[in-house]
């Protein structure tokens, strides 16, 4: 019996109703499985913290972290703290300390659910998105001089080192030669950019020595984005630096119907520290507390962290559980066109999952 330590940070708004469903959804399968268990330790961290404590999480937080197998997080932010406290006090701590450095979000329509493309199903939409994730353009480089004055400035700088980048890339190449199309396609936007963009591309054609069975393509970000639209089809792995990964995620995120359905892992693949596991939406406090949240993105999310920890047969049972419910379609949350609450397509997940264990 593998026994596992999950620290739970469900955050600010819908957090906290989606991942009591993840949670719910874990402990079932584990009990399905039998050859594994999971310890469950929550920490009641984010804006409501913040607004008591003046921090986002204790001081002595990231420590208290590094114990822990993997982290489940629900979401972060509230109208009540500045968003750039409430992502910069907790999540990309979190990212950076562990060194997080590959953010894993698949795009993958589900059954049953019609995306806004109406001539493209779960056939044509279904790829991954790599993301780098602790450098770039969200390394925190920068600050603002003459406040309140005319001659006020401010300056973000991104930071991109060669290893950082070549192992984005390398993790890239990697999961592309999986896969049975092994095609590779990397953001860029070399034409304006022409230091850090310029010198992500040379990287990436180096590479390519070491891959020549991975066919490689590359675009300018503008125009990957509309290839989201026009040809996800086309579309196998994707490799993109942090903030170029994280518009396009989110652009890949609607294709597949609803920002409540995608999940996110936050990967530090040598495992040296914990990964973090999430829905890609966020507190969403304009339905927190209604109980119509869909928590598909977090019992997803749950799924995949199992998966990192080698129980891969427990996770793909919730997804096809997940699969199951949407392709009969009759326990949807608001925001796929039904009128269940959280809690009961939490339930509907749960009863599924138990029937394919069988």
């Known amino acids: ?11 600010d708004g819908i957090g906290i109703e989606t991942i009591r469903e993840a949670v719910a959804t874990l402990q079932v399968a584990s009990d399905l499985h039998g050859g594994f268990r999971l310890q469950f330790d929550a920490f009641p961290w ?48 979190i990212r950076q300390t562990f060194d997080q450095y590959i953010n894993l979000r698949p795009i993958r329509l589900l059954p049953g659910i019609p995306s806004p493309l109406r001539f493209k ?18 390394s925190g480089v920068g600050g603002r001089v003459h406040r309140g004055t005319p001659e006020e400035v401010a300056i973000q700088t991104a930071v991109f080192t060669r290893a950082g980048v070549e192992r984005v890339l390398r993790y890239g190449f990697e999961l592309a030669r999986k896969r049975p199309r092994h095609e590779l396609v990397s953001a860029t936007k070399s034409n304006a950019w022409q230091y850090a963009m310029v010198f992500w ?12 069975d991975v066919h490689c393509r590359q675009y300018h970000v503008d125009a990957l984005a509309a290839r989201f639209i026009t040809a996800p089809e086309s579309l196998d792995v994707v490799v993109a630096s942090n903030l170029f990964g994280d518009i396009l995620t989110d652009l890949g995120g609607a294709l597949q119907g609803s920002l409540g359905i995608p999940p996110s892992g936050n990967i530090n693949p040598e495992r040296r520290y914990p990964s973090l596991f999430e829905p890609v939406h966020g507190s969403a406090p304009d339905i927190a507390g209604k109980g119509i949240a869909n928590p598909i993105a977090a019992i997803w999310a749950g799924a995949m ?20 419910l949407t392709r009969e379609g009759r326990a949807l949350t608001p925001d796929l066109g039904g009128r269940a609450t959280t809690q009961e397509v939490g339930e509907a997940i749960r009863a599924h999952l138990r029937a394919l264990a069988g």
Do not use: K
Request: aromatic share 10%.
């Open 305 to 324: 962290m199992l998966e990192h920890l080698g129980q891969e047969e427990a996770g793909q049972l919730i997804i096809r559980a997940i699969e199951a």
């Open 46 to 93: 984010g804006c409501t913290y913040y607004l008591e404590h003046g921090e986002m999480m204790p001081r002595d937080g990231l420590a208290t972290l590094g114990d822990y197998e993997a982290i489940l997080f629900g979401a972060v932010g509230f109208p009540t703290v500045p968003d750039h406290i409430s992502l910069w006090g907790l999540l990309l701590p």
């Open 121 to 138: 199903g779960p056939e044509e939409i279904n790829f991954i998105c790599i993301r780098e994730n602790t450098e770039g353009e969200y």
């Open 201 to 212: 591309d040379e990287v990436f054609r180096d590479l390519q020595r070491e891959y020549p």
């Open 1 to 11: 019996m593998r026994d596992y330590r999950i620290a739970v940070i469900p955050g």
